[in-house]
């Protein structure tokens, strides 16, 4: 079954840009579904950021959208995220996701484990 | 802070039955299918519950999912210690645009 890696830095600088990859492996990305991306403060709850297609259409959280880009690289069967002007409010684990059905824009089956990103100077 | 709440906490003595609500709109509970999650400590989220009431594979039986109106319920009967964790449901947002997860529950087995 399909399996996800979050990785990128562990440490951002407030008003940098937080990058993150998911590698996807045992299934191609291009063959279908959306992917998503959603996050979690410490000891809070989850919010989700934003989810892609690998033909392109996109949808993303309106409170992040300004400040959000998700791709997709299928030649390395993996997707990105990037999140702009980041701050202390942006710390926390993210992960990369892909829903049950390939017909879902979200309703996530298949998990990553997660990456912790800090902001701090 | 979500448009979807939920209670922050819910108990109950092992092989109890207890039972989290989950209230939103006309937006999103009201007008798509609920999704439940499970979160064990230090984990990443689990799915499950798909479709209101539908188990997502390898889920056990004890869970159990109900939608009414603009609000959805999580059940978890003969309650166990492995059971304890945060609870979160989610549903698509028509006005959002987007995924709305729930505010959470942590469950304590007592």
Do not use: M
């Amino acid at each position: 079954q399909v399996q996800l890696q979050e990785s990128g830095p562990g440490l951002v600088k407030p008003s940098e840009t937080l990058s993150l990859i998911c590698d996807v492996s045992d299934y191609s990305i291009s063959s279908g579904y959306y992917w998503g991306w959603i996050r979690q403060p410490p000891g809070k709850g989850l919010e989700w950021i934003g989810s892609i297609h690998h033909s392109g259409s996109s949808y993303y959280n309106s409170s992040l959208k300004s400040r959000v880009t998700i791709s997709v690289d299928t030649s390395k069967n993996q997707f990105s995220l990037k999140l702009s002007s980041v701050t202390a409010a942006d710390t926390g684990v993210y992960y990369c996701a892909r829903p049950r059905q390939n017909s879902d824009k979200a309703c996530f089956a298949y998990w990553g484990q997660g990456t912790l990103v800090t902001v701090s100077s | 802070q979500s448009v979807v709440t939920q209670p922050p906490s819910a108990s109950g003595a092992p092989g109890q039955r207890v039972t989290i609500s989950c209230s939103g709109s006309s937006s999103n509970i009201g007008g798509h299918t609920v999704n439940w999650y499970q979160q064990l400590p230090g984990t990443a989220p689990r799915l499950l519950i798909h479709s209101h009431n539908q188990r997502h594979s390898g889920v056990p039986d004890r869970f159990s999912g109900s939608k009414s109106g603009t609000s959805a319920s999580l059940a978890i009967s003969g309650l166990q210690s492995e059971d304890e964790a945060d609870y979160f449901c989610a549903a698509w947002d028509d006005i959002l645009n987007g995924y709305v997860f729930g505010t959470g529950t942590r469950v304590t087995v007592l």
